[in-house]
């Protein structure tokens, strides 16, 4: 019969937040598993530690704006209240939110100590399980809002900071998921990477001094992906693998997926080992049909192909796509799944065998049909390439020359970079070491300077909590001539590229021109053309262009088609180059340069 209280894991949780050293944190948790957990419960616990590994537990579809509300809901209060306000833009600092501004938990707690006691409800963490359980698979907000008010009543101000933290997957312990699966068990992270199967590890691994026998993968288990390491050139890559017969691929954009068919069972696991059903309606068959073998996982990425132009879309459509597919649409876009290693052919584990070999696997195994079903296999007869004129997407380079040649063609086709891998390197689960290389184009200037101008910001969290650490960024409506622009259209948020006393220099000066954007008002200023998407939405408006800033940013080459902000193309990871105060703000960007910008270095 399960007893651990939760009281005593929050003391834990307390102990270890608190203490510097991360052998004394280790020992906590040691004494905790020893003395107060019995192993029947060693999952229930376990899983409240690392929530972001639990696959059990289905998502709670409880972000912090969705969880402010229904939290307001559950405690009953008015969504007026000064204390619903605070929730709500737990972000921003003010009055009364003060050091917690941008720590929704902390905020959180705060609200609740003025509404619940100190006397804990003694809840065990088996009933805590069962409850979020319920919390995640209740299907509207007034069914989590009821479950929420059950686990207020039961629970002081001190246990709900904790299962807030919980519910966000994030306990900001300070110490990794390494150390507490090393804690528990020497052999604890070896059998998590290749079941992703929190619950088993828990069960197999209850007695510390039984060591297990290394486990293989499974058709059917999940298997945590092994992981590329950044260079920053060519060079550095190729110095690294030095002496190693080497591929070169191309670092496709899209989802990383295993499928594993088991005959006509099919799934495809995300990269945090989540089930994809959605993409069997349009995969399965094909998968069934031209990947010849009854039993195989294979390792790889879904992207979306478009036939009209008879290359990948760009990043972003895969779900809107798998949903046409799901209602039968017929669409120029299809998904396509590129399949880049194999992992596991017939009643066979083939990780230990190397990727040279493996190649020979996929082509023997995998039947490609163009824009559904691809390759990436260099060399041989199958090898994917591009309509005519285009650079192939794998090849065995012999010489820096070859790299530097690949990631040119590579770039110059807009995709995302490369990865370099040593042929005769075995599939290590969760490895992230040198025999995956991954190389991307630092930020590319994009033409000309893209000189755009501040109309809103947003709060950081953490450390900028409270203050404004991003912003919002617009073109100018082009203007007659000579004459000054009279509207502005939101183009993209940025936030990285300046140092710390360069953006609190920006903040500054633009301090006296913020006006907030207060709930549950919600117009922005009638001189700026936004869409009112909650990701577009600033805290704060800047409320006189003529008195605001402009940033020359460039980014990554590509753009995107843009429905979360207003000027129809938006900027795939945008940073900002430098403040340009010798600039006015009359001189911003216009919507129509660039989009003739964009137009041409499409070649369109
Ligand atoms: P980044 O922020 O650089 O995109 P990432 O999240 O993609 O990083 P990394 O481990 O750094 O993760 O890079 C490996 C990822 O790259 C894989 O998870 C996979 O989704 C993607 N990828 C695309 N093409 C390939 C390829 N040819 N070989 C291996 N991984 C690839």
């Known amino acids: 019969m399960s007893s651990t209280k939760f009281h005593v894991m929050c003391s834990l949780f307390n102990w270890m937040q608190k203490s510097k050293s991360s052998a004394k944190k280790r020992s906590k948790f040691r004494k905790f598993i020893d ?130 933290m919980i519910i966000l997957k994030d306990l900001k312990l300070g110490t990794s998921e390494k150390s507490i699966f090393h804690e528990f068990h020497p052999d604890a992270e070896d059998l998590f990477n290749v079941t992703c199967d929190l619950k088993l590890v828990c069960e197999k691994l209850s007695d510390r001094s039984q060591r297990h026998k290394r486990q293989d993968i ?27 017969e080497v591929v070169v691929e191309c670092k496709f ?13 099919i799934h495809f696991f995300s990269r945090n080992f989540l089930d994809h059903p959605e993409y069997g309606h349009a995969m399965s068959k094909i998968i069934q049909k031209n990947v010849v073998t009854d039993r195989c996982i294979l390792d790889g990425e879904m992207l979306v192909w478009d036939t009209s132009t008879n290359r990948f879309a760009e990043f972003g459509s895969n779900q809107e796509i798998a949903k046409a597919a799901k209602e039968g649409l017929e669409n120029d876009r ?61 090849r065995i380079a012999y010489s820096v020359d070859d790299v530097e040649r690949f990631f040119k063609e590579i770039i110059d086709n807009r ?80 936030g990285t590229g300046l140092s710390d006393e360069e953006l609190d220099a920006v903040v500054t000066k633009l301090k006296p021109y913020f006006r907030k954007y207060e709930y549950p008002k919600k117009a922005a200023p009638s001189f700026y053309q936004v869409t009112n998407n909650s990701k577009e939405r600033p805290d704060v408006w800047i409320d006189s262009p003529e008195k605001s800033i402009i940033l020359s940013i460039n980014s990554d080459i590509r ?40 137009h041409s270095s499409n070649g369109t």
């Not at 609740?112 to 065990?124: D, F, K, N």
């Not at 954009?253 to 069972?265: A, L, P, S, V």
């Not at 070999?357 to 195994?365: Q, S, T």
């Open 35 to 164: 003395n107060f957990c019995k192993p029947s419960d060693y999952f229930s616990a376990i899983r409240l530690i690392l929530p972001s590994l639990d696959r059990e537990r289905g998502s709670y579809g409880l972000k912090e704006s969705v969880l402010a509300t229904c939290l307001i809901d559950a405690l009953g209060i008015s969504r007026e209240s000064s204390d619903a306000i605070r929730l709500i833009n737990w972000r921003k600092g003010g009055a009364k939110t003060g050091a917690s501004a941008g720590n929704f938990s902390q905020v959180a707690a705060e609200v609740l100590q003025l509404r619940q006691g100190t006397t804990s409800g003694e809840l065990t963490i088996k009933e805590l399980n069962d409850m979020l359980d319920r919390l995640a698979s209740s299907e509207n907000r007034a069914e989590k809002t009821s479950v929420l008010s059950e686990l207020i009543q039961k629970t002081n101000a001190q246990e709900m900071k904790w299962i807030v």
């Open 218 to 244: 499974e058709v059917g288990k999940p298997v945590r992906p092994q992981l590329a390491l950044r260079v920053s050139n060519a060079a550095g890559a190729w110095k690294k693998l030095h002496g190693k």
């Open 253 to 265: 954009d899209g989802d990383r997926i295993q499928i594993h068919k088991n005959g006509e069972d």
């Open 334 to 394: 299809q998904l396509c799944y590129v399949a880049f290693d194999i992992l596991y052919v017939g009643d066979t584990s083939v990780i230990h065998q190397s990727l040279k070999e493996r190649h020979e696997l996929i082509r023997k195994v995998v039947k490609p049909i163009k824009g559904r079903l691809e390759i990436l296999v260099p060399n041989g007869s199958t090898n994917v390439q591009r309509p005519s004129g285009e650079p192939c997407w794998s």
């Open 415 to 494: 995709d995302e970079g490369i990865v370099l891998k040593d042929l005769a390197s075995k599939w290590e689960p969760s490895d992230r070491s040198i025999k995956w290389l991954k190389l991307k184009p630092e930020y590319i200037r994009a033409g000309s300077d893209l000189d755009v101008l501040i109309i809103g910001g947003y709060y950081g969290s953490g450390r900028r909590g409270g203050e404004v650490a991003q912003f919002l960024v617009g073109l100018a409506e082009r203007p007659t001539t000579n004459s000054y622009p009279r509207r502005f259209i939101s183009f993209c948020r940025v």
């Open 559 to 598: 753009t995107i088609r843009s429905e979360v902000f207003s000027a129809p193309y938006s900027l795939r990871f945008p940073r900002i180059d430098r403040v340009r105060y010798d600039k006015p703000w009359h001189e911003c960007l216009d919507v129509q340069s660039f989009i003739e910008l964009v």
